[in-house]
């Protein structure tokens, strides 16, 4: 995000002004939607809006004329949550499919500890280490245990040089936006887009595949407001979380579905008080290999990756679905600039709605064995 952020002309104090305004507004509507629903709904920046901005480094450097841009994302994501159409679409997505993408957000990240045993040995071995000897003996603090790892890790390689940056004083700076029609289009309606695309959308799929039906209108009115008052600060955008909302929605949270949205709510005031430190923790991410976050991520996120695989392919008639989906939303491809996660659903609806209720092989050749079975009276029934 503060890559993104400085693409478009940001400065780094801007840069981490945005990440402050961004931390209280998920903060707070982390603590309020939870509230008032009594569900799980968790909020989060959008990350490919910023990898969005990454790519449109030569729209502008004019940060002013980014401001505008997001503040049109944010006033389209209200609108998008006062069409009841939309929110209906949104929110009916069937279960193979939900899970089997959501399923395909989780594999590469939680491959990543893998990875960084090798890329990082000296921060991931001793984190996965520590994860592992906890995941048997301590569960619940397995995942905290390996974050302080790696936090660790990451303060002895970066050594004091991170503090020295003007931008860890937090401190939110106000910027005047400039509503550029060029920029509006070229950045602002694709922020949009990615946007709903590839959270928002998926963040419905991750409620819905834990069983939680979520009503469109108040969340991204929500998060629509929320991104519209953070902009002025320099944050870009606000939606529903889906990485995140697959930990604090899943068993491992808590085991009485009723109960989860206190882990969400607990999330909304640690955002507040990570606020106050955002740019410290800026300049701490900016001087972490990017493997190791990723890492600790993957790390938290096994278990709901065990539930999505098991939703996704319960169903047997629709496992060539989920298993397209899968594929499609794991490769991780990006189709004019819309990421991977909206065109495995795309996929998966269309392999659904081809394939139909048709069985698969094996699950005809379950079914003949199952009839084959003999009765009472000794016959197949």
Same mark, same amino acid.
């Given at each position: 995000?503060?890559?993104?952020?400085?693409?478009?002309?940001?400065?780094?104090?801007?840069?981490?002004?945005?990440?402050?305004?961004?931390?209280?507004?998920?903060?707070?509507?982390?603590?309020?939607?939870?509230?008032?629903?009594?569900?799980?709904?968790?909020?989060?920046?959008?990350?490919?809006?910023?990898?969005?901005?990454?790519?449109?480094?030569?729209?502008?450097?004019?940060?002013?004329?980014?401001?505008?841009?997001?503040?049109?994302?944010?006033?389209?994501?209200?609108?998008?949550?006062?069409?009841?159409?939309?929110?209906?679409?949104?929110?009916?997505?069937?279960?193979?499919?939900?899970?089997?993408?959501?399923?395909?957000?989780?594999?590469?990240?939680?491959?990543?500890?893998?990875?960084?045993?090798?890329?990082?040995?000296?921060?991931?071995?001793?984190?996965?280490?520590?994860?592992?000897?906890?995941?048997?003996?301590?569960?619940?603090?397995?995942?905290?245990?390996?974050?302080?790892?790696?936090?660790?890790?990451?303060?002895?390689?970066?050594?004091?040089?991170?503090?020295?940056?003007?931008?860890?004083?937090?401190?939110?700076?106000?910027?005047?936006?400039?509503?550029?029609?060029?920029?509006?289009?070229?950045?602002?309606?694709?922020?949009?887009?990615?946007?709903?695309?590839?959270?928002?959308?998926?963040?419905?799929?991750?409620?819905?595949?834990?069983?939680?039906?979520?009503?469109?209108?108040?969340?991204?009115?929500?998060?629509?407001?929320?991104?519209?008052?953070?902009?002025?600060?320099?944050?870009?955008?606000?939606?529903?979380?889906?990485?995140?909302?697959?930990?604090?929605?899943?068993?491992?949270?808590?085991?009485?579905?009723?109960?989860?949205?206190?882990?969400?709510?607990?999330? +909304?005031?640690?955002? &507040?008080? /990570? !606020?106050?430190? *955002?740019?410290? %923790? $800026? =300049?701490?991410?900016?001087? #972490?290999?990017?493997?190791?976050?990723?890492?600790?991520?993957?790390?938290?996120?096994?278990?709901?990756?065990?539930?999505?695989?098991?939703?996704?392919?319960?169903?047997?008639?629709?496992?060539?679905?989920?298993?397209?989906?899968?594929?499609?939303?794991?490769?991780?491809?990006?189709?004019?600039?819309?990421?991977?996660?909206?065109?495995?659903?795309?996929?998966? +609806?269309?392999?659904? &709605?081809? /394939? !139909?209720?048709? *069985?698969?092989? %094996? $699950? =005809?050749?379950?079914?003949? #064995?199952?009839?084959?079975?003999?009765?009472?009276?000794?016959?197949?029934?």
């Amino acid at each position: 995000m503060i890559a993104g952020l400085t693409a478009v002309g940001a400065t780094e104090t801007q840069a981490a002004s945005g990440l402050f305004a961004l931390c209280v507004a998920t903060g707070l509507l982390c603590i309020m939607l939870p509230l008032a629903t009594r569900m799980p709904v968790s909020f989060a920046w959008s990350t490919p809006g910023a990898a969005l901005l990454v790519a449109a480094a030569t729209t502008t450097q004019q940060f002013g004329a980014a401001i505008g841009a997001f503040i049109i994302c944010g006033v389209l994501i209200v609108l998008a949550g006062l069409w009841p159409a939309l929110g209906r679409a949104i929110t009916s997505i069937p279960k193979p499919i939900a899970s089997a993408m959501l399923a395909g957000i989780l594999f590469p990240i939680c491959v990543a500890p893998v990875f960084a045993a090798v890329e990082q040995p000296a921060i991931a071995v001793p984190m996965v280490l520590v994860w592992l000897l906890l995941a048997r003996l301590a569960p619940r603090w397995a995942v905290p245990a390996a974050m302080l790892v790696a936090v660790i890790g990451i303060a002895v390689v970066a050594g004091p040089a991170v503090l020295a940056s003007e931008a860890v004083r937090p401190q939110l700076q106000f910027v005047a936006p400039v509503f550029d029609p060029f920029v509006i289009v070229s950045l602002g309606l694709p922020l949009f887009i990615v946007t709903m695309a590839g959270q928002n959308v998926p963040g419905f799929a991750v409620m819905s595949a834990f069983g939680y039906r979520l009503a469109p209108r108040p969340a991204l009115v929500a998060s629509g407001v929320a991104s519209t008052a953070a902009a002025f600060a320099g944050g870009h955008a606000l939606n529903l979380a889906a990485i995140t909302a697959a930990i604090m929605a899943s068993p491992e949270s808590n085991p009485d579905p009723r109960k989860r949205w206190v882990a969400t709510f607990t999330s +909304g005031i640690v955002y &507040l008080l /990570l !606020g106050v430190g *955002a740019g410290l %923790a $800026a =300049a701490v991410v900016q001087a #972490s290999p990017p493997i190791i976050i990723t890492a600790v991520a993957g790390l938290a996120l096994l278990g709901a990756l065990v539930s999505s695989l098991t939703g996704a392919f319960e169903d047997q008639d629709q496992r060539i679905t989920a298993i397209g989906t899968f594929l499609v939303t794991a490769s991780g491809v990006a189709v004019v600039g819309i990421g991977s996660a909206f065109w495995g659903l795309v996929v998966g +609806g269309v392999l659904m &709605l081809w /394939l !139909g209720r048709r *069985a698969t092989p %094996a $699950a =005809a050749a379950a079914r003949r #064995s199952d009839d084959e079975e003999p009765g009472l009276d000794g016959q197949p029934v």
